[in-house]
């Protein structure tokens, strides 16, 4: 990203005073859909994020600048001034988040631009608000802690965004670590970094370039079904508060009260606990065909039980499998995206060409390709 882009952009519009903050955004290398549900999640932060210029103007309104969109908006701060645009909604959703926590910032004016791609499961949205409440609170000197940095942007995409996500892509973006990923516990918030380096493998993710909505009424319903499941269990047994709590003989126990549908997005859920588990113990060991196992059964899981992938996805899976990729998965919400793939180094080349070539020849465009590399999380640019 060309910093001195948008801070030429902001001199232009607004004047010579600013700061730059970024957060980036965020791979998951297993335990997806686990977050809203009590599980673990297993992120790092990547080298590709949202850079922001900020002043404070001393307004009361927020005058901000898209160079992604080219275009700008301007709104107060109260409940009523919501922005049409929805990129601002965003901004607007973190500024009433942080008031209604009893946080009082102040009108600024910001030029931002991000060079993660869109809709392609490294939740740009999460970096963008990650990116604004970190500055906020650096700006006006707040001293709220990143855990509830992490929760402000969550509740603007519960409240603002229309988008009922767990907490796991927020706190990627705001904790990463530059060389580790993060395994997350969602119900109790502990995490601890673990390191990531798999020497003579390279992660890459290949995009399908097919853009997911995750406001569709799709990732919500499956949220339903999976809360749904939980409350048939925990009639007979309370001690279970977060479906991730649950084994699957607990759901054998209540599968004729629920609908296939439900039980499906729930043996899923319960299965994807085990398997980032699982990976957390093969990377201490140094085993990646271990890792590699559990990605593939997450994606089996994701395009059969939770059912979020797609045509699209479904064949790149295929792909690495037959190029003898050691791992591979949809990453992210699904319906669209990206698969993130485990590779020996001595495959790499091969199976990108592989890839571009057959999904070409089917779908008419080739994949996007981007290597992944792990880096810090939300933080001001000096």
């Not at 409940?79 to 009433?96: C, H, L, Q, S, T």
């Not at 988008?163 to 119900?187: P, Y």
């Amino acid at each position: 990203m060309d910093i001195n882009q948008i801070k030429d952009k902001f001199k232009s519009l607004f004047g010579n005073e600013l700061r730059v903050y970024t957060s980036p955004g965020r791979v998951n290398l297993i335990g997806e859909h686990t977050d809203y549900n009590g599980g673990y999640v297993f992120p790092g932060a990547i080298d590709k994020g949202i850079y922001a210029a900020i002043n404070p103007n001393r307004t009361d309104k927020i005058r901000a600048y898209s160079i992604d969109y080219q275009a700008t908006s301007e709104f107060g701060m109260r409940e009523e001034d919501a922005p049409k645009e929805p990129w601002a909604r965003y901004i607007f959703g973190v500024v009433r988040e942080m008031q209604k926590r009893c946080f009082q910032p102040k009108g600024f004016d910001t030029v931002f631009a991000g060079d993660v791609p869109l809709g392609a499961g490294m939740s740009s949205s999460a970096a963008l608000e990650s990116t604004f409440v970190f500055a906020l609170n650096d700006i006006y000197n707040l001293g709220i802690d990143k855990f509830e940095l992490a929760r402000i942007g969550q509740s603007t995409e519960h409240n603002y965004c229309g988008v009922k996500c767990g907490i796991m892509d927020q706190f990627a973006s705001i904790f990463g670590k530059k060389g580790h990923l993060m395994r997350l516990n969602c119900a109790t918030m502990e995490f601890e970094y673990f390191p990531f380096d798999p020497k003579g493998y390279k992660v890459v993710l290949l995009d399908t370039v097919v853009k997911h909505e995750l406001a569709s009424s799709a990732y919500n319903k499956r949220r339903e079904s999976c809360e749904n499941a939980c409350k048939h269990i925990q009639v007979k047994h309370k001690e279970i508060k977060y479906l991730s709590d649950a084994t699957l003989n607990l759901l054998e126990e209540i599968k004729n009260e629920i609908s296939h549908e439900d039980y499906m997005r729930a043996k899923y859920v319960i299965g994807e606990k085990q398997r980032v588990l699982d990976v957390c113990d093969a990377l201490e060991k140094g085993d990646y065909e271990t890792v590699g196992d559990r990605m593939y059964g997450t994606h089996f899981g994701m395009s059969k039980e939770y059912e979020v992938s797609c045509d699209e996805l479904d064949f790149l899976n295929d792909i690495a499998k037959e190029c003898g990729v050691t791992g591979s998965r949809v990453m992210g919400g699904g319906f669209g995206g990206c698969t993130i793939n485990l590779v020996k180094e001595e495959l790499y080349d091969k199976f990108i060409e592989t890839a571009k070539e057959k999904f070409n020849k089917k779908f008419g465009h080739e994949p996007k390709v981007y290597d992944v590399v792990i880096s810090d999380g939300a933080r001001r640019i000096e």
